[in-house]
Nanobody, 124 residues
Framework: VQLQASGGGLVQAGGSLRLSCAAS????????MGWFRRAPGKEREFVAG????????FHAESVKGRFAISRDNSKNTVYLQMNSLKPEDTAVYYC??????????????????WGQGTQVTVSS
């Protein structure tokens, strides 16, 4: 599967953005999907994940209640709606995929395929 992330940009604190991750070469319905981010000088961290059908989601504590992951398998696309953005959300955001036979499990690591990243900058 190939992944293409988009939707990043510059936004003021308190604003919103929606990231998209378009999959190609393979149906995204075969994969658990996740969003990660890497802030300057920091390690890459898990942000959110969603099971194959969207039945299960899991969000990191740092974004819970502000971010929401979703997917539209008919469009081969996964989304990350980001609300109430904070300067500490500034990072390059990556979407990732992990082939899975489960529609319950949402891992926070072990993803096999990665998109190229999209920059999100939140100004104070």
């Amino acid at each position: 599967v190939q992944l293409q992330a988009s939707g990043g940009g510059l936004v003021q604190a308190g604003g919103s953005l929606r990231l998209s991750c378009a999959a190609s070469r393979s149906p995204v319905s075969s994969y658990v999907m996740g969003w990660f981010r890497r802030a300057p000088g920091k390690e890459r961290e898990f942000v959110a994940g969603i099971s194959r059908s969207g039945f299960q989601t899991f969000h990191a504590e740092s974004v819970k209640g502000r971010f929401a992951i979703s997917r539209d398998n008919s469009k081969n696309t996964v989304y990350l709606q980001m609300n109430s953005l904070k300067p500490e959300d500034t990072a390059v955001y990556y979407c990732a995929a992990q082939r899975s036979f489960s529609d319950v499990r949402v891992p926070t690591r072990g993803y096999d395929y990665w998109g190229q990243g999209t920059q999100v900058t939140v100004s104070s």
